[in-house]
C-alpha cells in the first residue's frame, strides 16, 4: 500500500502529543457540553461549598425534582436559579436573609479577582435580578450586620456591602432594621401592567427612623431597578413624610435605591429646618413652619438645588445652591437672597431675640438664653455661602429693618464666619463681621462692627401723638468691637470683653423725656399738658467697656439746654444684675425739681427704678413737717434755681465745651 506524504508524517509524530490533543478536545466538548447544559450536577456542591464559605444555610433549588439551576462560565459567571434562599445569621431571629425566585445573578471575573486581592473592598456584582424577591435586613448596635459573612471580632474589619450594576426585582418585601441609625422600614414592591402597555412600579414602604412616623411611596412608568449604573432615567414620583416634614419629588431618576442620577421638582415642608436636616445629613437651623419648591438634581455625590420659593416662618427667600457630598467634609455652596428675612425665623442661630415665653423657660430663669450650642454641627459640614436679602427684619418693635443686606457667609472647620456685611438702614450703613468658631467644646465668638450716618426719627419706630416731634433724632455714629467663649449665649455675653462707642450729632431730644428723667415733675407735667417739644442734643455720647461680662460706662452723657444727663454703674452680663446711677443736671429754674440721682437696679429680667434715698429722704422730711402748717409750704424744699455755672455755659454746645464745664466745674467744687 502506498502512503501519503501526510500519513508518513503522522506515523513520524509522537504518540502522546496526539493523545493531548484528543484529551484537550474532550474537554473543550466536556466544557461546552457541561455549559450548554448549565452545569446541573454543581446544584448540590454549591450549596455545600456556598454555605461553608458564607457560614450561612444556602438552598439553590427548590426541590431535588426541580432544581431550575443554569450556571454559564465562560465570559463571567452567569448564575439562573428558579429558586434561592441565603439563611440568616445565628443571632438573627429573622427565618432568612434573602428569598428569591427566578433570580439572574452575573459577575466578571475582574471583579472576582480584585475583590479575593483585597476583600476590604466591596465585591461589585455586575446584575442582580429576580422575579420576587423577599429580604429581612439587620444591623445592631454594636456592628454586627445581616451582610458580614465571617466570624468577626472587635479587631475584624466589617465586610462591605457589594455594589451593583444592576439590581432589579419586580416584586416582593423588603424588612429593614438598623438599630445606629435608629430606622425601621418594611417595604413592598409590585410591578404593573398598564392600560397603555407600560409597566408600572409601585413601591411603599412604612416604619420610623429616629423615633418619628416614616411613610414612603414611589411610583415610576417603567421598571425602575433598585441599584444601577449608566442606566437611562424614567419617570417617578416619589412622595415621603418624616414625623410632621413632608417630601414630594417628581422628576427622573435611575435607581429607586440610592438615587444616584435624578432631576425633578420638589416640594419640601415641615415644622422645622433642622428636623429636614437631619433626614438629608445636613446642617440647618432650627426655625419655624416651613415650605420650600423648586428644582432639584443630583449626579453621585452632588446634589443642586435651585429654590424658587422658600418660606420659613414669615420670611420669604429663594436661591441656587450646591451640596458636595463626596469630600471628606461636605460642602455647601451657593446664594441665598429674597425679599424678606426676619431674624427671629432663624432664632438662636443667629442671636435673634427671644419671646417672653422662651425667657420663661431659660433653665436658669435668667433672661439671656442659656441653651447650650450645637457645636458638632457646626464641624459636620462646610459653607460658602453669599447673602443678599432686600430686607431683613431684626425682630424689634421699635427697630426699623435693614434694606439690603449682603454678606458672605463662610463655615470652615467649625468655625462659622459672617463677613463682608454691607447694610442700609434709615439713610445710614452698617459694615463688619461676626464670627463663632466651634472648634473647640467651647466657643469662641467675636464681633467688629461699625455704623454710619444712620438717621434715629426714621430707624426707630417710636409711636408719637399727632402733630408731636419724634422722641429723639440725629445721625448716629459708631463702632462695637466685643469677643466672648462660652457654650450658649448666655456664656459669652457673661464673658464679654471689649469696648462699644456710639455718638449722636446734629440730634435733638423729646424735653417730656429729659424732665422725666431729672425727675422734674412740675417742669414735665406742664409739658405734658401744653404739648412736648424738642431740646437740641449738644453732646450724646456713650463709650462702654466690657470686662469679664460687666458692661461699664466710662462716659455716657447726653447734654441739652436744659439740663445734662450722666449715667454711670454696671451692667452684668454674667448675673444679669443693673446697678446704673443716672445723674441730671438741670440748667433752668424749675419750681419743683428732684435733683437726686435716679438708680435703675434689679435684673434684666425685672428692672427696678428708684431715687437715691439719702438726698431725696430729707427733702421729703422737711416736706412732711411743713405740710402740717401749711399745704403750699410743702413745695419750698423742692425749689430748685440751678446754678451760675450751668446758666452762663447755656449757651455753648458739643461734647467737647460740655467737657471743659464740667472740669470747671469739678475744680470750683474742689476749691
Not at 403750699?632 to 460740655?658: M, N, R, S
Request: net charge neutral; charged share 20%.
Amino acid at each position: 500500500m502506498n502512503q501519503t506524504k501526510f500519513t508518513r508524517k503522522l506515523r513520524r509524530t509522537r504518540p502522546w502529543l496526539i493523545a493531548t490533543a484528543i484529551c484537550i478536545g474532550l474537554i473543550v466538548l466536556a466544557i461546552g457540553t457541561f455549559e450548554l447544559m448549565g452545569w446541573a450536577f454543581l446544584a448540590k456542591p454549591a450549596e455545600q461549598f456556598l454555605s461553608d464559605t458564607l457560614k450561612r444555610k444556602v438552598i439553590l433549588t427548590e426541590s431535588d425534582e426541580n432544581l431550575a439551576f443554569k450556571l454559564r462560565l465562560i465570559g463571567g459567571v452567569r448564575l439562573e436559579l428558579g429558586f434561592f434562599e441565603m439563611g440568616a445569621p445565628n443571632w438573627s431571629k429573622a427565618p432568612y436573609m434573602l428569598q428569591g425566585k427566578n433570580v439572574t445573578l452575573a459577575l466578571r471575573y475582574r471583579d472576582l479577582l480584585a475583590w479575593r486581592n483585597n476583600p476590604d473592598l466591596p465585591l461589585h456584582i455586575k446584575t442582580l435580578k429576580a422575579d420576587m424577591l423577599d429580604g429581612n435586613i439587620e444591623r445592631l448596635a454594636d456592628g454586627r450586620a445581616s451582610w458580614h459573612f465571617t466570624e468577626e471580632t472587635p479587631d475584624t474589619k466589617p465586610t462591605p456591602l457589594p455594589n451593583f450594576g444592576l439590581l432589579a426585582f419586580e416584586a416582593g418585601t423588603i424588612s429593614y432594621n438598623d438599630e445606629p441609625l435608629a430606622l425601621d422600614l418594611n417595604a413592598t414592591l409590585a410591578l404593573q401592567e398598564g392600560s397603555s402597555g407600560e409597566d408600572a412600579l409601585n413601591i411603599s414602604a412604612t416604619g420610623t427612623y429616629q423615633k418619628k412616623k416614616l411613610d414612603l411611596e414611589l411610583a415610576s412608568t417603567g421598571i425602575l431597578p433598585w441599584v444601577a449604573q449608566n442606566a437611562e432615567p424614567i419617570p417617578v414620583a416619589l412622595n415621603i413624610s418624616l414625623g410632621s416634614a413632608k417630601l414630594a419629588f417628581k422628576g427622573k431618576a435611575t435607581d429607586a435605591l440610592q438615587m444616584q442620577q435624578l432631576s425633578g421638582h420638589f416640594v419640601i415642608s415641615g415644622p422645622s429646618l433642622a428636623m429636614a436636616g437631619e433626614a438629608l445629613g445636613i446642617t440647618l437651623p432650627n426655625t419655624p413652619p416651613f415650605r420650600t419648591e423648586g428644582e432639584l438634581s443630583r449626579e453621585g455625590q452632588t446634589w443642586k438645588a435651585g429654590i424658587a420659593s422658600a418660606t420659613i416662618g414669615n420670611s420669604r427667600l429663594k436661591g441656587d445652591f450646591v451640596y458636595e457630598g463626596g469630600a471628606e467634609t461636605p460642602l455647601l455652596s451657593g446664594v441665598l437672597k429674597g425679599p424678606s428675612l426676619i431674624l427671629a425665623d432663624l432664632g438662636p442661630t443667629v442671636g435673634a431675640p427671644i419671646t417672653k415665653t422662651e425667657q420663661t423657660q431659660t433653665s436658669s430663669g435668667k433672661v439671656l438664653p442659656d441653651k447650650p450650642f450645637d457645636l458638632p454641627s457646626l464641624r459636620a459640614m462646610d459653607a460658602d455661602v453669599r447673602i443678599d436679602i432686600d430686607n431683613l427684619d431684626l425682630g424689634s418693635e421699635i427697630l426699623k429693618p435693614l434694606r439690603p443686606l449682603r454678606a458672605h457667609l463662610a463655615l470652615t472647620s467649625g468655625v462659622l464666619r459672617i463677613s463682608d456685611i454691607e447694610a442700609k438702614t434709615a439713610q445710614g450703613q452698617l459694615a463688619g463681621m461676626v464670627q463663632l468658631d466651634g472648634r473647640e467644646d467651647i466657643a469662641l465668638w467675636e464681633v467688629d462692627l461699625g455704623w454710619a450716618g444712620v438717621q434715629l426719627e426714621q430707624w426707630l419706630k417710636l409711636k408719637r401723638p399727632a402733630k408731636q416731634p419724634p422722641f429723639v433724632t440725629g445721625r448716629m455714629n459708631g463702632a462695637a468691637k466685643l469677643k466672648g467663649k462660652g457654650r450658649s449665649t448666655a456664656e459669652i455675653l457673661g464673658s464679654l470683653a471689649g469696648n462699644v462707642r456710639t455718638e449722636v450729632t446734629n440730634g435733638t431730644m423729646s424735653h417730656l423725656i429729659i424732665e422725666a428723667a431729672g425727675l422734674d415733675a412740675a417742669e414735665a407735667l406742664g409739658v405734658w399738658f401744653r404739648g412736648d417739644d424738642v431740646l437740641e442734643m449738644k453732646c450724646a455720647f456713650a463709650d462702654l467697656e466690657a470686662n469679664n461680662g460687666v458692661l461699664r460706662p466710662r462716659v455716657f452723657v447726653i447734654d441739652t439746654p436744659d439740663s445734662a444727663l450722666w449715667v454711670n454703674g454696671t451692667i452684668s452680663m454674667k448675673t444679669e444684675a443693673l446697678n446704673l446711677r443716672v445723674v441730671v443736671t438741670p440748667k433752668d429754674f424749675s419750681p419743683v425739681s428732684l435733683r437726686t440721682p435716679l438708680l435703675v437696679t434689679g435684673t434684666m429680667g425685672s428692672p427696678e427704678v428708684s431715687v437715691q434715698k439719702g438726698p431725696l429722704a430729707g427733702k421729703l422730711a422737711g416736706a412732711a413737717l411743713l405740710s402740717l402748717i401749711n399745704p403750699l409750704g410743702a413745695l419750698i424744699p423742692f425749689l430748685d434755681v440751678g446754678t451760675p455755672d450751668t446758666k452762663q455755659d447755656a449757651e455753648k454746645t458739643g461734647c467737647y465745651d460740655l467737657a471743659a464745664r464740667s472740669k470747671a466745674q469739678q475744680k470750683a467744687k474742689n476749691e
